[in-house]
């Protein structure tokens, strides 16, 4: 399990009646509503926390694109980045990412992600989104119908270019070692998943009944039984049950609805390991601590 630290980096100063006043903070948010002279504490304040991540010991600091809105003031996650890739030490920046078809020449985006890289040591993570309508369509005008195409034609000149880009992956590629991070929304990584667990069960009952067939096979089972074993730990789900609720005051753990006693065994060892290592103080603490953007310098 890796932790990384998402920043939206929202505009915390809205007044107490823009519920009333305002329909939306995306697209018709007036930028009247943004104070200049308030800005740079806050994006000074932000980049504090991310930087305050990477102390802590985060995996990794993670910064997105919108525009229009006061859900996310960084609608150029790239200046960020470069900020970011001078304080982060240890975490690896991710810029999750450019919204491709906003851009009339999107190798500029390769040049970019090329040069982020060498600034940050070669941390950076790259990721190339669609857009959502509200950046696209409505705050940039696009038309609809062209966005597909648009993004597939930047995602093509942009792996042309040379910059170390995957793109697009299949689900092989989650275990063949090519990617360091597959971003996939909540329905298809659920699937992801699942398809996962009920494969490494197939395998093993498809070796046990091999090896159960026949004499000569249940000798050869037994000549390879140390291996399979280790074969059949490896891939059983259930030692991997079990991820920790961060964000709470105390210890909770989520554990698959089908958990046996083994896999509800290991949910419980989970929950232990993060009791004995202090986890909600650590994150308590940590918040405490953590820079205010009221009074970042």
């Not at 929950?271 to 986890?279: D, E, I, P, Q």
Request: one cysteine or more; a negative charge; proline letters at 6%.
């Amino acid at each position: 399990m890796k932790f990384w630290m998402f920043h939206l980096m929202p505009w915390p100063h809205l007044p107490q009646d823009f519920e009333e006043k305002y329909d939306t903070a995306w697209v018709t948010c007036p930028n009247t509503l943004f104070d200049p002279q308030r800005g740079p504490e806050v994006y000074h304040g932000y980049i504090n926390q991310l930087v305050y991540a990477d102390q802590l010991g985060f995996d990794g600091v993670v910064i997105n694109e919108h525009h229009q809105n006061a859900y996310g003031i960084m609608p150029s996650p790239n200046l960020i980045a470069a900020a970011l890739s001078q304080r982060v030490q240890k975490a690896r920046v991710m810029v999750l990412g450019n919204g491709l078809p906003l851009y009339e020449v999107p190798i500029k985006i390769a040049e970019e992600f090329a040069m982020l890289d060498v600034l940050s040591g070669g941390r950076l993570v790259a990721g190339m989104p669609v857009g959502t309508p509200m950046d696209t369509c409505f705050a940039y005008g696009l038309d609809p119908r062209t966005l597909r195409d648009r993004y597939q034609e930047a995602h093509e000149l942009i792996r042309a270019s040379g910059v170390n880009y995957l793109g697009f992956v299949e689900g092989n590629n989650i275990f063949d070692g090519s990617v360091d991070v597959v971003v996939t929304d909540g329905f298809t990584g659920n699937v992801a998943l699942k398809t996962m667990e009920g494969l490494a069960k197939l395998i093993v009952e498809q070796m046990r009944a091999e090896f159960t067939r026949d004499p000569l096979s249940k000798i050869s089972g037994l000549l390879a039984g140390p291996v399979l074993r280790r074969v059949g730990v490896g891939l059983d789900p259930r030692r991997y049950n079990g991820a920790c609720m961060v964000g709470l005051t105390g210890v909770v753990v989520k554990s698959h609805g089908s958990a046996d006693a083994m896999a509800f065994a290991q949910a419980i060892a989970t929950a232990a390991a993060a009791m004995r290592r202090g986890l909600p103080a650590a994150i308590a603490n940590a918040l405490a601590q953590a820079p205010s953007p009221d009074k970042a310098a």
